[in-house]
């Protein structure tokens, strides 16, 4: 059994925790809040620290990996910490932070949710056991309400430029983007991958409140395949007019994504996300907002 800790904010603690019952061999044994001032049994009946600090100094010894969900500075300092005591660490918002740590001992897996998605998983491995051929053309739309979304620009196209990465298995030999000045809200790209693979991507937040979509479809050489978020919308008759509820996959991303943590850990092996995938999927960003500022098509880059 793998003992886990977490940092996080309480809000989140109470998601992770929620989870817990869904893991294979791991359970949460520690907590600690990103914030002081945070407090309470957020997680359960855990061993808690005042702080992330204080579960490193004082309580060490009561996990064995650690779950970092905080903001880029303070997940790129607490994944240093933690991989100074030879703990794993899955972190999120780390950026490029996992590149400054140099080579360490311990495992260390960029968080990546956006993999884990039951339904683009089933894309992948269509993908990968040939069932679509050669993968050929990548179509995404991510669009969210305005004021819904506050990360910037950089970061709301990581998920959907390494999941071309990750699907296409390289980075691309060519990036075009268009970027309107009215609307700064609104991107679309190409990704050039080799044996002519194409990846089509819209990322918005300016749809109007209330309404959001995301779609991904794969065509290969032999078949296709498809994911959306739209969960089974569901029909319910009574009587009178008709109603719709839109059912919930619930957190079966974060699931999906702390177990694989969990295995590699217990297997002794690379996780299936690594630091380099994140550097990959970041370096390809800036190529997109590069395009868009230059108005040019960008070449792969020597030694990309």
Known sequence: MIRLALISSTEKAETYGALGTRLHRAAWAAYAPVNSGDSGQALGPVQEAASAEGLFDDQAEAFDAVVIDADQAEATRLTKTASAL???VLAGAVGDGFN??????????????WRF??????????????????????????????????????????????????LFRSAPETVWSLQSA?????????LGFANDGMAMIDVAASLPSGGDYFSLTMVGGTGAAYADDHHNMNLLYSGGQPSAIRASQGRSDLVGQLQEF????????????????????MDV????????????????????
């Open 86 to 88: 030879g703990k794993p």
């Open 117 to 166: 998605v039951p339904s683009i998983q089933s894309v992948k491995r269509s993908l990968d056991a040939g069932k679509l051929g050669q993968a050929g053309l990548l179509r995404i739309h991510r669009w969210l309400p305005t004021g819904a979304d506050t990360s910037s620009i950089a970061d709301r196209l990581l998920p959907d430029t390494d999941l071309a990465c990750w």
């Open 182 to 190: 009215a609307n700064p809200d609104y991107i679309q790209f190409q």
């Open 100 to 113: 400054a740590l140099g080579q360490a001992d311990a495992l260390m897996m960029p968080a990546h949710p």
């Open 262 to 281: 969990v295995d590699a850990i217990g297997e002794n092996r690379e996780p299936s996300v690594t630091p380099t995938d994140t550097a990959q999927a």
């Open 285 to 304: 960003v800036a190529q997109v907002l590069e395009s868009a500022k230059s108005q040019q098509v960008i070449g792969r880059k020597e030694g990309n």
